[in-house]
């Protein structure tokens, strides 16, 4: 078996009002309760906006911290599932159904190392 990451990428921006968010919540729920019922779901989670985040990088013997995310662009990553799976086309196949549920969100699936 190997794990794959899915990626929720989301536009910058304030998060969609209630009356969007709620139904679109609800589904992810019933898709991630699917995902543990057939024993591939490991791990998911949201993220905070990406305006929470501190970069740390190391240069010679210091370490700068610096607020905020580590790029600037017009998508962020917004949460993401793990899951393990027989093979890519496996891992496709729920990724699929992730973005049907978060359309029109970008899904990026990508296997872990090793």
């Known amino acids: 078996?190997?794990?794959?990451?899915?990626?929720?990428?989301?536009?910058?921006?304030?998060?969609?009002?209630?009356?969007?968010?709620?139904?679109?919540?609800?589904?992810?729920?019933?898709?991630?309760?699917?995902m543990q019922a057939a024993g591939v779901w490991v791990f998911a989670a949201g993220l905070h906006p990406p305006e929470t985040a501190t970069v740390l990088k190391a240069s010679n013997d210091e370490v700068l911290v610096t607020d905020g995310p580590f790029t600037e662009g017009k998508e962020h990553l917004g949460g993401f599932t793990v899951i393990e799976v027989e093979d890519l086309d496996a891992a496709l196949s729920w990724g699929r159904r992730l973005a049907t549920?978060?359309?029109?969100?970008?899904?990026?699936?990508?296997p872990f190392a090793g």
């Open 1 to 34: 078996m190997n794990q794959y990451l899915l990626s929720i990428y989301q536009p910058d921006g304030p998060a969609p009002e209630p009356e969007v968010l709620e139904p679109i919540m609800r589904e992810l729920s019933i898709l991630n309760e699917e």
């Open 101 to 110: 549920v978060l359309k029109p969100l970008s899904i990026e699936v990508r």
